[in-house]
């Protein structure tokens, strides 16, 4: 039987699994491909701890890439473990249930592959931002600092409308200049931006205290020192 979080008990349908490879055991990660009622649920069975240790272990570090000194961390494996890439989206998406969210919006390119799964499994509209000069129709742009020079981000000026909440999704925080030029084109169409997300953070580096500083709401799942 499977406990909901109403207390009512319930018959686990035919195909569901359960994972105990995380913390001490007692918590189990759920796939919800095959259980329907999981996307409108608030109720993700594992700790924030559990997810950071789970994720964790499966990111692979890449020393002196692409250049010396530099701790690469590789998402790409979290891609293709089908567990830990379900766990980010069940983890995003019980967060945006909480937060009420409208809009699922991605950073070129990483983001995308897991804002698209987010906003499927929430069925929610899906946001691209994108670098300059990649997207049709009629845009509205925004400029972040790179360590040399600058770069530009872009959506469609019709992507959403005054009023809705959205998340923006990215694999990663560094720095955060691009989270915040893609904050600051949401809010000249006068969206509410319910938060940023990311799987994984590098706080050492800052971007996700100059998030909170311009008033967002900072959800990483795991995040990671220089040292480790």
Known sequence: MLLLPTGRAESKPAGLRAYRNCDNGNHHVFLAAEWGRVPHRTFFPMTPPSVALFLKA????????????????????????PEAFRVMVEAFAADCVKLKVDHIAAVDARGFIIGGALAHQLHKPFVLVRKKGKLPHKTISADYALEYGSATVEIHADACKPGDRILIVDDLIATGGTLL????????????????????????????????????????????????
């Open 181 to 228: 030029a893609a904050a600051q084109l949401f809010r000249q169409l006068g969206a509410d931006v319910a938060g940023v997300a990311a799987a994984i953070d590098l706080p050492e580096l800052g971007g996700s205290a100059k998030l909170r500083a311009a008033g967002l709401k900072v959800h990483a799942l795991c995040e990671f020192s220089e040292t480790e």
């Open 58 to 81: 499966r990111v692979r570090t890449v020393r002196g890439w692409p250049k010396p000194g530099v701790n690469f961390r590789d998402v790409t494996t979290l891609f293709q473990d």
